[in-house]
């Protein structure tokens, strides 16, 4: 279980009492999640969820706490920050800042089927036809530049066989970085995998932990949902379910000419990203009872996949 720092009932019912939401019926620490301590609340007033953020410079909380806002009046299923009574949404629990939120309903699709795909593509396309016009700036904590500082160092502890695929990477990274940074641009979400969407049946009804979320090229978000929701355990691309995630994203919104030609080298990027953050997360990590900590190696196979061509946007339809 992914609880950083446990929390006292009585703490935990003097910060809610200023959200008027009823008195404290139960509440459990979540067993997913890797990066913040979440907890289900039952209040009696309704369901939510606290989160105390345990990474991350907090000067950045009040882009998180605008995005949510705008993205919920746009009427996207994401979660968004209560205001306690004194009109506060950004508070401070356990000497971390804490949010308190709406629990979303759903449940995360592990096995993902086309209609899945085409739905997360939907999602995405909203949420940067909603942003786009006016973006609210913030670049990635885990952008080009810090794979370029990070990638060196970790490629020390990198089993020899391993070591060349990351150098190109990391070179591929550099050549293309003027290209890269130059395509159409929205805000990101830039971790919508499928422990951040929520579903019912097929239908989308959730999605969550926005806290990688950032402004930058429109395409990152689709790589690194294709790479989670649309690949085999051998890292290839399925098309069966990356086809209509990308035909339901070009229904929305039509990819430029631009972003078609950088397809396949931004799967390798969004593929790079997290194999780096997956080995910081292992180092850290690796052997902590009750913190979840995700494999490595699976960004390792899935960027061997990536060295062939391995999808098509549909830029012409
Ligand atoms: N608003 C919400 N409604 C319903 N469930 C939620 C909500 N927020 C979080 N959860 C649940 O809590 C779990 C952990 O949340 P989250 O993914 O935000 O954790 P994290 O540690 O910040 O992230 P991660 O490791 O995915 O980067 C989710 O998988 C989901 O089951
Ligand atoms: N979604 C990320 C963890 C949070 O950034 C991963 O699967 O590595």
Request: net charge negative.
């Given at each position: 279980?992914?609880?950083?720092?446990p929390?006292q009932?009585?703490?935990l019912?003097a910060?809610?009492a200023?959200?008027?939401?009823?008195?404290?019926?139960?509440?459990?620490?979540?067993?997913?999640?890797?990066?913040?301590?979440?907890?289900?609340?039952?209040?009696?007033?309704?369901?939510?969820?606290?989160?105390?953020?345990?990474?991350?410079?907090?000067?950045?909380?009040?882009?998180?706490i605008?995005?949510?806002?705008?993205?919920?009046?746009?009427?996207?299923?994401?979660?968004?920050a209560?205001?306690?009574?004194?009109?506060?949404?950004?508070?401070?629990?356990?000497g971390?800042?804490?949010?308190?939120?709406?629990?979303?309903?759903?449940?995360?699709?592990?096995?993902?089927n086309?209609?899945?795909?085409?739905e997360?593509g939907?999602?995405?396309?909203?949420?940067h036809?909603a942003?786009?016009?006016?973006?609210?700036?913030?670049?990635s904590?885990?952008?080009?530049?810090?794979?370029?500082?990070?990638?060196?160092?970790?490629a020390?502890n990198?089993p020899?066989?391993?070591?060349?695929?990351?150098?190109d990477g990391l070179?591929?990274?550099?050549?293309?970085?003027?290209?890269?940074?130059?395509?159409?641009?929205?805000?990101?979400?830039?971790?919508?995998?499928?422990?951040n969407?929520?579903?019912?049946?097929?239908?989308?009804t959730?999605?969550?932990?926005?806290?990688?979320?950032?402004?930058?090229?429109?395409l990152?978000?689709?790589?690194?949902?294709?790479?989670?929701?649309?690949?085999?355990?051998?890292?290839?691309?399925?098309?069966?379910?990356?086809?209509?995630l990308?035909?339901?994203?070009?229904?929305?919104?039509?990819?430029?000419?631009?972003?078609?030609?950088?397809?396949?080298?931004?799967?390798?990027?969004?593929?790079?990203?997290?194999?780096?953050?997956?080995?910081?997360a292992?180092?850290?990590?690796?052997?902590t009872?009750?913190?979840?900590?995700?494999?490595?190696?699976?960004?390792?196979?899935?960027?061997?996949?990536?060295?062939?061509?391995?999808?098509?946007?549909?830029?012409?339809?």
């Amino acid at each position: 279980m992914s609880v950083f720092t446990p929390l006292q009932r009585d703490e935990l019912e003097a910060f809610l009492a200023p959200y008027r939401l009823g008195r404290l019926r139960d509440f459990q620490g979540i067993t997913a999640g890797s990066e913040n301590s979440n907890f289900f609340v039952s209040l009696e007033q309704g369901e939510y969820v606290l989160t105390l953020i345990e990474r991350g410079p907090t000067q950045d909380l009040p882009f998180f706490i605008e995005l949510l806002e705008r993205l919920h009046r746009a009427g996207l299923p994401v979660p968004y920050a209560l205001h306690s009574e004194d009109g506060k949404a950004l508070r401070e629990l356990a000497g971390k800042p804490a949010l308190l939120q709406p629990r979303l309903a759903g449940r995360h699709v592990i096995e993902p089927n086309p209609h899945h795909c085409a739905e997360v593509g939907r999602l995405l396309a909203r949420l940067h036809l909603a942003t786009r016009e006016q973006i609210l700036e913030r670049a990635s904590d885990r952008g080009l530049d810090w794979m370029q500082e990070q990638g060196p160092s970790l490629a020390l502890n990198l089993p020899e066989d391993q070591l060349p695929l990351l150098r190109d990477g990391l070179a591929e990274i550099a050549e293309l970085r003027p290209k890269l940074v130059a395509l159409p641009r929205a805000n990101l979400h830039a971790d919508l995998f499928r422990d951040n969407v929520l579903f019912e049946g097929t239908h989308l009804t959730g999605v969550i932990d926005f806290y990688n979320a950032c402004s930058g090229p429109m395409l990152y978000d689709l790589a690194i949902a294709v790479n989670d929701w649309c690949s085999h355990p051998n890292g290839e691309i399925d098309p069966e379910r990356s086809e209509p995630l990308l035909a339901a994203y070009s229904a929305l919104r039509r990819f430029t000419p631009a972003e078609a030609e950088l397809w396949q080298p931004m799967l390798r990027v969004a593929c790079v990203r997290f194999w780096l953050s997956r080995l910081i997360a292992a180092q850290h990590f690796e052997g902590t009872p009750d913190v979840q900590v995700k494999d490595p190696g699976e960004f390792h196979r899935l960027l061997v996949a990536r060295q062939q061509p391995a999808s098509v946007l549909p830029f012409a339809f």
